[in-house]
């Protein structure tokens, strides 16, 4: 069946200091979604990309999907402590329409 | 505008127990997803509603686990009997609506951290 996995599990960052995650899927994607969730807090949508090697900007976060739709990124530039929590991509697939497959997530610190 | 709501927040119960979790979506949500996320681990769908209609329902335990989402609005998942092994934080989410091939962001509620000891 279809996986979403990301890399890496943890990240450990000063403060100023950049950070990217990375998400890839065995089979191709109709869309991605990118997701936040603070400790002790729920899932809370960030975007969604759709469109082979689309780039989406949201102030210092950077959102890539692959040209192939197969890998997405998500990069953050200068963290700070508001950043901190765990990051999820979550991947529509083609073969079961509208079937959202969540990956396993990075999680953020930050030194201050 | 009120956020998909859930109820209870927090439940402990002794194993073989039943359990029940309720969801309010927002309103106008036709699509409705029940998640249950592990410790350290993304939201793994147990079951998805388009309406009042189970769309897929392939990763829902079903010798244990049933949902209903009577009037197309809210919804109830249950367990039982409740495992060692069912505890977790079960989301409930939502959405306005979803195509063929095409999903839309999902509102999540705040979760019932479930305990089974």
């Known amino acids: 069946g279809q996986q979403v996995m990301q890399i890496p599990q943890y990240q450990h960052v000063q403060e100023g200091e950049d950070f990217t995650t990375y998400c890839n899927s065995s089979?191709?994607?109709?869309?991605i979604q990118w997701y936040k969730q603070r400790p002790g807090g729920h899932p809370v949508f960030l975007i969604q990309?759709?469109?082979?090697?689309e780039v989406k900007k949201q102030k210092r976060l950077t959102f890539q999907f692959g040209e192939a739709k197969k890998n997405s990124s998500l990069h953050i530039t200068a963290t700070q402590t508001t950043d901190v929590g765990t990051y999820f991509c979550?991947?529509?697939?083609?073969?079961?329409?509208?079937?959202?497959?969540f990956g396993s997530g990075t999680r953020l610190s930050i030194r201050p | 505008e009120a956020g998909v709501v859930q109820s209870p927040r927090y439940k402990i119960i002794e194993k073989k127990q039943p359990v029940a979790f309720w969801c309010n979506p927002i309103s106008g949500h036709n699509t409705l997803y029940w998640y249950r996320q592990n410790l350290g681990q993304g939201p793994e769908l147990l079951i998805r509603y388009e309406n009042e209609e189970a769309v897929d329902d392939s990763q829902l335990p079903k010798d244990r686990f049933s949902a209903e989402r009577l009037k197309g609005v809210d919804s109830t998942l249950k367990i039982q009997p409740a495992e060692l092994g069912d505890s977790a934080v079960y989301l409930c989410?939502?959405?306005?609506?979803?195509?063929?091939?095409?999903?839309?962001?999902?509102?999540f509620g705040q979760g019932t951290r479930l305990t089974v000891v």
């Open positions: 989410a939502s959405s306005p609506r979803t195509g063929i091939f095409m999903n839309t962001e999902a509102f």
């Open positions: 089979t191709t994607l109709s869309n």
């Open positions: 979550a991947g529509g697939a083609y073969s079961s329409a509208s079937k959202i497959i």
């Open positions: 990309l759709v469109k082979s090697g």
